[in-house]
C-alpha cells in the first residue's frame, strides 16, 4: 500500500557502501523499497513498551538455551566451564538494555 507523499516528512542517513549494497538487495528479494524497510525499521525501534528490546533479548535467550540444550555445549573446558558457559556468557553481552525514556516521544 503506497503512503500519500503529503504525510510523509522528508529524511536523510547515510549508509556505508556494504550497508546500502545489502539494503537495496534486501528490499530488491522482498520486492519492496529501501524506503520502506528504512520506515518499518525505525517503527520497530520506537514500538511502545519496549516491544522491540523484549523481542530481541528473547532471541538472544532463546539461542543461550538451544546452545545449553546440545552436547556441544557439555565439553568442560580445564577452566571447568563447559562450552556452553563460555559461549552463553559472550551471547547474553549482546543483551540490549531497555531505557524507559527511549521510548518516549515529546
Known amino acids: 500500500m503506497a503512503l500519500p507523499a503529503k504525510k510523509l516528512k522528508p529524511f ?3 549508509l556505508n557502501e556494504s550497508e546500502h549494497v545489502a539494503l537495496k538487495k534486501f528490499a530488491r528479494v522482498h520486492k519492496t523499497t529501501m524506503a520502506k524497510l528504512i520506515r518499518e525499521a525505525i517503527l520497530m525501534r520506537l514500538a511502545p513498551n519496549g516491544s522491540y ?9 532463546d539461542c543461550a538455551e538451544a546452545i545449553k540444550g546440545t552436547q ?16 552463553c ?7 540490549m538494555k531497555g531505557n524507559q525514556n527511549e ?3 515529546g
Open 12 to 14: 536523510l542517513t547515510h
Open 72 to 87: 556441544a555445549g557439555s565439553m568442560t573446558f580445564p577452566s571447568g566451564l563447559s562450552f556452553a558457559e563460555h559461549f
Open 103 to 105: 521510548n518516549a516521544v
Open 53 to 61: 528490546i523484549d523481542g530481541y533479548n528473547a532471541a538472544i535467550n
Open 89 to 95: 556468557d559472550e551471547i547474553y553481552k549482546l543483551t
